[in-house]
């Protein structure tokens, strides 16, 4: 048996939850999770037209996952660190178009890191606190999600091809246990424009994944991943439930579910966790 899921960042109509179980083999009773999410029991997956939500469906059994690992830009947050980082020195456009196409598959990921990271040298450390304070926040639902988890006992790591400098802040913002990413060298208070070895990329998030969870005496099927670029590819695929947030063609195609209307916590309502127990500020 499945679930399907029915998410969005909007309100789902109860009429619209009864449209799609009435298109859905062997559905059983819609169960509404929160005012942006529904779930119904159903015999399969099949595909069903929603206008303006996100539709999945995910096996009944093992829903509930014992971790979450998560990217960072464009995931948790909602821009890419470098690319901000780039603003400040000029380069913007140039390094955005870098890491766009590394997103998508189409550069090696830790060659074109080093680039853009080259392209950033001579950057005052004063600029980098000034581009986490203007610059970076939360993406919606992304502390909910992370708290909500950490609540019912879940391991919660935040694994990135961004930088700790980032990660760390952005890890203790969002209730992160563990962050994961690449180290910027300084010099002087200035960014040299080389980055810390080894470069943590698309096999380092996987390997964090399969180290973390076998730590914590499951395997990845008891895992949630969720990315949105190539470099997130490994860990979702791999995960038990693997999520495309927003996400490039590259990842979209290995995910497990698909979202490109809600917001982070639709990962909840994917586990079958519904709002009223979801832990808020």
């Not at 930088?163 to 990413?181: L, P, Q, S």
């Amino acid at each position: 048996m499945f679930h399907a899921v029915l998410t969005s960042t909007r309100e789902i109509a109860d009429q619209v939850a009864a449209d799609v179980a009435a298109q859905l083999p062997e559905a059983g009773e819609p169960r509404r999770l929160a005012p942006t999410g529904v779930e119904i029991p159903c015999a399969g997956p099949i595909f069903v037209a929603v206008e303006g939500a996100d539709l999945n469906f995910v096996p009944s059994q093992n829903r509930e996952k014992r971790m979450l690992i998560a990217d960072m830009d464009s995931t948790m947050i909602p821009v890419e660190c470098i690319d901000e980082l780039a603003d400040f020195a000029g380069v913007k456009e140039r390094v955005a178009d870098i890491t766009e196409r590394a997103m998508r598959g189409e550069l090696d990921f830790e060659a074109a890191l080093r680039e853009r990271v080259g392209l950033v040298k001579g950057l005052h450390r004063d600029a980098l606190e000034q581009c986490y304070a203007e610059r970076i926040a939360l993406n919606p639902g992304a502390r909910i999600l992370v708290r909500t988890m950490a609540e019912r006992g879940a391991q919660t790591a935040l694994v990135s091809g961004g930088f700790t400098y980032f990660t760390e802040r952005v890890a203790a913002a969002a209730g992160f246990a563990i962050n994961r990413a690449n180290t910027l060298i300084f010099e002087n208070d200035r960014l040299t424009g080389e980055v810390g070895t080894p470069i943590l990329g698309r096999q380092a998030k996987l390997d964090s994944l399969e180290e973390l969870a076998d730590a914590g005496g499951f395997g990845a099927a008891d895992v949630i991943a969720v990315g949105d670029g190539a470099n997130d590819l490994a860990m979702v695929a791999a995960a038990g439930l693997g999520v495309a947030y927003r996400a490039k063609p590259a990842l979209r195609d290995g995910a497990d579910a698909v979202l490109d209307y809600s917001d982070l916590t639709a990962l909840l309502m994917l586990q079958g966790i519904a709002q009223s127990d979801w832990v808020r500020d």
